[in-house]
């Protein structure tokens, strides 16, 4: 049995380094100094380029990361009495008051132990800053239950709602099922009877209507597995409830979005739970749990880039490569289909994206951000301690070292054999309306997926923010948020009644036909502000056909990309191609190109400060104009949107692939011929 959890928790959760390794100091995981003064990066140690011939990560590698990242943590561990408490990020995270917050030392706590599971599962002595990791851990799970304690979590009594609390248990209740041995029977019965009364009081309520629901699943499961009476009714209930957020295709629906949380939750915790206590109690809805897992494999790859490198996409960025989970999660299921050196290349690649970076580490603790601290990133339930959710990754050490996952040949998948440069490919998922766009001239994945979501009076406004309003994201491209003014990155602004620069965030999917994703936004605080909109994605870049239908005049932006400065500054590029005025911007790795090609009056190249998550200066094109009311003679706004890398030239052709623009007289219907001989038909 011990083998067999060992097995199955391959759980969970790229290529290389980023641009910014050249120019920081780069430490082993196996000693993590501080230095106040210069920036460190995790270095992988005796590559082997065999096996992992794309990133030279092994598994060995995998175990050097989890310890790297351990050792910050507890370089504030200083004694056994120490909690798991670090330094606030200034901004919108929580604490907010000072003082101690319970809450805060409970998620430091059961999600550092995420990284330190696997690591005691093959050394149980295991010592990190002078603290034998398994005595801490056990320790600080009987201050739980000790109510002279700081630490002390009351059972839930007549709390009627759920709490961040019950997130946090469900979180230690994995960890309990992974190492029992380390976590659970040492300790002693009295400990083991107070914290079953604890945990099962949050299992047995309320919970959320999303991921939530498996916090539950797992305190009651264990429990109940370790002879505790649980309440089954409901138990059976929040893991029917779960399966029905199945969307098809791999993706679960978070009620009500779309984002990673189908991966580092219900693709996770899913298949964990079938082979820990669904096969065993619950065969039916284990079964299906499974069945819906082996579907993720034809898609969520391509959502990676050729580089293994995660889209910055979606609430609760700074989980980070938690998003790969799925990938050593394979290893659960029997399947010839799955490319094993594929999806470790991806999962390689998505760890050294940031553990390369020298931006992510700040005070020896993983900021909250994508690379570096990023407050338009930041959700209020997070604390410091919240970005070690990203530690479920290494619970991928639990797969032993003969599975494939480890022992497959590091390949680039799909990038190296189907998708071919000059040519573009979709994945479109029918049933959640997302959609896959790979780019093999730049090697990067794109998403487009739903958004509708009121900002204004909103219980929770990150819903309708960046996080998920832009037209589309891109893993070279990074989004930058809308703090300045008038100035947007991928998506559209208006003016609003109030002077606002407000962007689209109600969107409505109506299809995605012949290569073009269609949808309907409306402005939030003016339905009579109305688009049809048509992306049509192209080997380099993205036209968009867009159709203004509002009985009210707009002042509107649309923005490009937006380009982080890298290497010296963005430099700025006007060329003329016929009638067309081209704006240019490149920063060394990427150039952006924006062509405006109908219904646009202006094009302006817009520096930004502080807004990036790249780095603090930034450029994006935007195109601009004031529109007259077209609802009864609608208006079309055509715009190309393309990249290059830096240092390639180019051609007329790339910069307008577009021949003829044939608007029907009823505006109802676009058609485009392109250079190459190839038509489209936009229809709305």
Known sequence: MKKFICYILLLACCGGPGVFAQSATVVSSSALHTMPEEKTVFRIEKPDWNTSPLTGVTRQHWKDAALYLLQGAFSYIHSIEDPMKFPKQPGKSYPRKPGIDRTELLEGLCRTLFIAVPLLKEDPSLTVNNIKVADYYRYHISQLLDSNSTAYIRPRGSITWPTQTLVEFGALAVSLSVIPEVLWEPLPQQQKDLLAQTMISYGDGPTVGSNW?????????????????????????YIDKSLAHYR?????????????????????????????????YFPREAEIFESNFRELKSSYPYLFSRNGEMIMWGRSMSYRFGSAIPFPLMGLVKDTGVNYGWMRRIASGVMLQFLQNPEFLEDNVPTLGFYGAYEPAVQPYSCRGSVYWMGKLFLGLLVPESSPFWTAKENEGAWGTELKEGNIYHKFQDSSNILITDYPNIGASEIRAWCHVKAIKANEPFRASENYNRLSYNSAFPWQSDSAEGVVAMNYIFLNKDKFWEPWRLYNFKKFDKGIYYRDAELETNPAVRFNLADLPLPNGILRIDRNISSDSVNMVLGHYALPQLKGNITETTRKLKQY???????????????????WQKTVVQKAEGIHPVSRISKVINVTAIAAPAAENPAIYATLMLWKKSGQRWTDEELMPVKKIEIAKDKKSVKLVMRDGATHSVEY
């Open 213 to 237: 629901k498996f916090f539950n699943i797992f305190v009651l499961s264990f429990f109940k597995d370790k002879g505790y009476p649980v309440n089954e009714k409901l138990l059976k209930e």
């Open 581 to 599: 005025e081209i704006k240019i911007i490149d920063n060394g790795v990427y150039q952006l190109a924006m062509i405006p090609l109908q219904g």
């Open 248 to 280: 098809g295709n791999g993706w679960y629906n978070d009620a009500p979005a779309y984002d990673y949380y189908s991966m580092w939750a219900f693709q996770m915790y899913g298949p964990i739970w079938a082979e820990l206590y669904g096969k065993k």
